[in-house]
């Protein structure tokens, strides 16, 4: 269903390439003798936005419009298990970050003199911070997805705070650039440690100055993703609606 609808497949892929490809070739130079360029942390930090993006945005939008138009009534009248509905979902978030994920990184390596890591170590941390962060997304916006009223409204209410967040996540701004107040509320929500995971593996140990704690915190990384990845749980379980508001 999400491949029939071209419009939507075309904006999700392309909303993050064009992104960084118009901000990579903008902004250019280094950052505070660092060694990394602002071009090598868009990338980065679009990584962790389009992941986030296929997953929140995606399904929240997705299922609110399903919901609106009756499909979800009439897949909960068939003999279909309600977890097949949910693990398709997972599952089309996940190729759609696998493939989003492949295109910003050849994006990077052949625009930005992005380095990919040697070590297996590396590889293993971008593992378990891309799984972390596609599973939480994908339930984040599957219990997003009852806050809008309409499908006419949903575009509006899931996109916004979501482009907010990327502003204050440090997808778009070096998050020590921000006041501390809002670097305070980013660091509440998945986005901000997923970018910073993503850095920890593509910009190696001098964008490790670039962050808070002058230090990349994997171990926090691993537990606000994990806390989330819960918490999404918990908000599918009591939140998600298989008819709208009118059908009561």
Do not use: H
């Amino acid at each position: 269903m999400f491949f029939r609808e071209k419009d939507g497949v075309v904006f999700t892929f392309a909303f993050p390439i064009v992104l960084l490809v118009l901000f990579g070739s903008i902004f250019a130079g280094d950052l505070e003798d660092t060694g990394v360029t602002v071009s090598q942390l868009y990338t980065a930090g679009l990584i962790g936005a389009g992941v986030m993006g296929a997953g929140f945005q995606n399904l929240g939008i997705g299922i609110a419009t399903e919901r609106q138009d009756g499909t979800l009534k009439r897949l909960a009248g068939t003999p279909m298990p309600p977890s097949a509905y949910f693990v398709g979902k997972v599952l089309v978030v996940l190729l759609i970050a696998v493939l989003e994920v492949a295109i910003l990184l050849a994006i990077g390596v052949t625009m930005y003199d992005l380095d990919l890591p040697s070590e297996a170590s590396k590889w293993l941390t971008f593992t378990w911070v891309f799984l972390l962060g596609v599973s939480g997304s994908a339930l984040l916006g599957i219990a997003a997805s009852s806050l809008p009223r309409s499908a006419k409204s949903a575009a509006a209410v899931i996109s916004m705070p979501f482009v907010v967040l990327q502003f204050v996540s440090g997808v778009f701004i070096p998050f020590t650039a921000m006041p501390q107040w809002l670097m305070n509320i980013a660091s509440v929500f998945p986005l901000k440690w997923m970018c910073q995971g993503f850095r920890s593996v593509f910009l190696g140990d001098g964008g490790a100055a670039l962050e808070a704690a002058k230090s990349y915190e994997l171990d926090r990384v691993a537990l606000v993703l994990g806390a989330w990845l819960i918490g999404g749980a918990v908000l599918c379980l009591t939140t998600f609606r298989w008819k709208s508001r009118r059908d009561g």
